[in-house]
């Protein structure tokens, strides 16, 4: 069991021009085997929230349970993917994927069938020995996708994962990832920027609000389970559109208002 419960969670950084409330005041739930996005205007805390999950970031007041054990710092059963490329240039990709399980002490003969596993799952089967400079962006992401899924853990959190990468690839990873989500038990939280990748991937989108970061809406993602590309140009998924959009137009003029009275 693997729900995130996040209870009146507040997250301030002291700087040098005073004090920063990155989060403040959110109480949300992902369930079990949930998908939820995350979206927000840049700058609102979605980082920090994702952080604070993953036992990174420590919370000023409130907090977070996953799966019933209070978060206090990193956790196996968390796995985190970033935005950047995060591979290691001088391993290749199984050396990658296998280098998490052994800082995670896992046993030897296991390393290997999971390794192999998760290289199968991101579709990297023929490029083991391959080193990072030699794959794309796209397959770079998998690697760290990978090395995450390796680890086997109950909670995946996603930041951005993608945002580097072209339209198309984008598209094509965020319905893998959908897929193994599909086929897993795991929880995710997906931070992205792309309205319609999140309603293409979840079960429900979070807008955040500029800050302090707030969750200000909460969308339920009522299209089917099997969703193809065709599915943008149905009336459901236009409905849903325009109302994280226009959530989101007004925090995230707001928010530019904001960063434009302090500079
Ligand atoms: N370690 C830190 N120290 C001080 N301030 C911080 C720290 N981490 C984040 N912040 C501030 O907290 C706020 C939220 O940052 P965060 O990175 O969570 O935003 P974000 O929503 O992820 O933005 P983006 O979409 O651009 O990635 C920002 O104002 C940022 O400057
Ligand atoms: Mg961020």
């Not at 399980?101 to 998760?118: F, G, M, P, Y």
């Not at 083991?128 to 998998?142: A, C, I, K, T, V």
Request: hydrophobic share 40%; with cysteine.
């Amino acid at each position: 069991m693997s729900e995130i419960r996040i209870d009146d969670l507040k997250v301030a950084f002291d700087t040098p021009s005073g004090t920063v409330v990155a989060v403040d005041g959110v109480s949300q739930r992902v369930e079990t085997n949930g998908f939820v996005s995350l979206v927000g205007p840049s700058g609102c805390g979605k980082s920090t929230l994702l952080a604070v999950i993953a036992g990174l970031t420590k919370a000023t007041s409130g907090s977070v349970t996953v799966g019933g054990n209070e978060v206090t710092g990193p956790n196996r059963n968390i796995g985190v993917v970033f935005q950047e490329d995060s591979t290691l240039p001088w391993r290749t990709v199984t050396e990658n994927v296998r280098f998490a399980l052994q800082i995670a002490r896992v046993e030897r003969s296991e390393q290997k069938r999971r390794t192999q596993e998760a290289i199968d799952l991101v579709g990297l089967k023929g490029f083991e020995e391959s080193y990072p400079s030699m794959l794309s962006g796209g397959m770079r992401q998998r690697v760290a996708l990978a090395r995450t899924l390796a680890l086997h853990p109950g909670v995946v959190l996603m930041d951005e994962p993608f945002a580097a990468l072209d339209q198309q690839t984008r598209l094509f990873l965020g319905a893998e990832v959908r897929d193994i989500w599909r086929r897993s038990n795991q929880t995710i939280l997906f931070v992205t920027h792309d309205i319609s990748e999140a309603i293409l991937l979840s079960q429900q989108v979070w807008v955040m609000s500029y800050r302090p970061g707030q969750i200000i809406d909460v969308i339920d993602v009522d299209l089917p389970d099997e969703r193809d590309a065709s599915i943008v140009s149905s009336q459901r998924f236009n409905g849903l559109h325009n109302r994280i959009w226009s959530s989101l137009q007004e925090e995230s003029m707001r928010g530019f208002r904001q960063q434009e009275g302090a500079a």
